[in-house]
Structure formats: structure tokens, C-alpha cells
């Protein structure tokens, strides 16, 4: 039976919460998971890019996708001292194990969001066996969430898989709106480092069981990442 590791967190353009530089690699290092998924990265115009860096260091395969933004009135202030109004700003997803399958998915515009959300969809293969990952970063703007929700419900597999992210609300609204669908953890992951609030979540189906879980250390960043060791 395949035993994986798994993680979810929104590194917050790789600052920390007073605008500078957040270690995403060693960030990454210490979660230690065969599967992660990462909320807000940045590919910088002055062409750093921080979690394709972790991903080579670390020896994690690569995939990614572009959240696109009307604006950046919103970002941190580094984001657009550096990129001014625009910015590429995403998802990424770094695994241990071969990807087959990628697709992303756009979750519709929401009123006063100014990213036009999606989710990526990715095939893996696990000790010889199909794995599906659904990783994604909902709308701040709560009246936006329930739309969202049931646009990603036709994206999650009946076989082993996962679907892990930001969901930018808490467990039990999102658990109804997943039939079938179950939280690995519990815990306040938001706002860091003293957080109330479960934003923060890794969701299994009834074909994986969860080993344990757990909420990881403050690493500068407003969100806590969560850890899953999972088995199917």
C-alpha cells in the first residue's frame, strides 16, 4: 500500500509578513513532503523565482500555474515596487513522483477579486499507482466562495487523490460543499503567527486514509502550512 507525504501552503509571494524575503527553500526542506502544493508564488520581473529554486535544489519536479491579476493594488508593497501594476502570480505544485496528466481549470471571476482564480489538476503515478492531486487558491471574497466550490467539484476523482490549498474559508462550509470529501486536519492556520481561523486545507476522498497530520511552525508567512501522511 503506497504510504505519501503531502503538504499545502500559501507562501505569501515568498516575503515574510513585514515585506521581506521568506526562505521558501528551506521552507520546503523542513515540510519534507513527496507532494506539495504552493499558493502565491511569484515569478519576479527581475527574474528571481523562488519556488522553481526550491524545486531545483531540493530535486522536486516542477509544475505551475499562472493566477492572472488585474492589478496589484492589493500586493505587498515589494511586489509592486518591483513589478508595479502586474504581476505573474500562481500556483505550483512540486512532487517526487512522475506527473502524467496536467490540467488547469479557470473557477469563474468573482465581484472585487481582482485574480481570476483557477485550479490545476495533475495525474500522478505512485509506486505504480494512479494518484490525483487538485490543488487550488480560492477567492478572498467570501460571496465568490460557493461558486467556486461547485465549479471544483467535477474536477475531483473517484480514485486515490487529494485536493489541497487555500480555500480562503472554513472546514466544515467547504466539507458540505465536497460530498465525499474530508478533511486530513484540523486546526487555525490563519492569521499567522497567532492564527483563529482554518483557511489552510489538504481534503481526501474515502479511497485514502490519513496516517496523521499536523499544522506546521510559523515560517513568516500569514498562513501556517498543513501536513498529511496518507495511504491508498
Not at 81 to 95: C, E, P, V
Not at 99 to 123: I, N, W
Not at 124 to 134: A, K
Not at 186 to 200: F, S, Y
Request: proline letters at 7%; one cysteine or more; charged letters at 25%.
Amino acid at each position: 500500500m503506497p504510504v505519501l507525504r503531502v503538504a499545502s501552503f500559501n507562501a505569501h509571494w515568498c516575503l515574510d509578513r513585514r515585506g521581506g524575503n521568506l526562505d521558501l527553500t528551506a521552507v520546503c526542506r523542513a515540510l519534507d513532503a513527496d507532494v506539495l502544493c504552493l499558493q502565491e508564488v511569484w515569478r519576479r520581473s527581475d527574474g528571481r523565482v523562488d519556488h522553481e529554486a526550491a524545486a531545483k535544489e531540493l530535486g522536486y519536479e516542477l509544475l505551475e500555474a499562472r493566477v492572472p491579476r488585474e492589478h496589484n493594488d492589493t500586493a505587498p508593497g515589494p511586489v509592486r515596487k518591483i513589478d508595479g501594476n502586474q504581476s505573474w502570480w500562481g500556483l505550483a505544485l512540486l512532487t517526487r513522483y512522475p506527473v502524467g496528466s496536467v490540467t488547469e481549470h479557470a473557477l469563474g471571476e468573482v465581484y472585487k477579486d481582482e485574480a481570476h482564480r483557477v485550479a490545476f489538476r495533475a495525474e500522478l503515478d505512485v509506486q505504480g499507482t494512479p494518484f490525483t492531486v487538485v490543488g487550488t487558491h480560492l477567492t478572498w471574497r467570501a460571496w465568490g466562495i460557493p461558486k467556486q466550490l461547485w465549479k471544483l467539484r467535477p474536477l475531483l476523482p473517484s480514485g486515490p487523490g487529494l485536493a489541497a490549498g487555500d480555500f480562503n474559508m472554513w472546514g466544515p462550509v467547504v466539507s458540505a460543499a465536497l460530498p465525499g470529501w474530508r478533511r486530513a486536519m484540523r486546526g487555525p492556520t490563519w492569521p499567522a503567527p497567532r492564527p483563529w481561523h482554518q483557511l489552510d486545507h489538504i481534503l481526501v476522498n474515502d479511497r485514502v486514509r490519513v496516517r496523521d497530520a499536523s499544522i506546521g511552525a510559523y515560517n513568516g508567512s500569514d498562513h501556517l502550512p498543513v501536513t498529511a501522511t496518507l495511504e491508498f
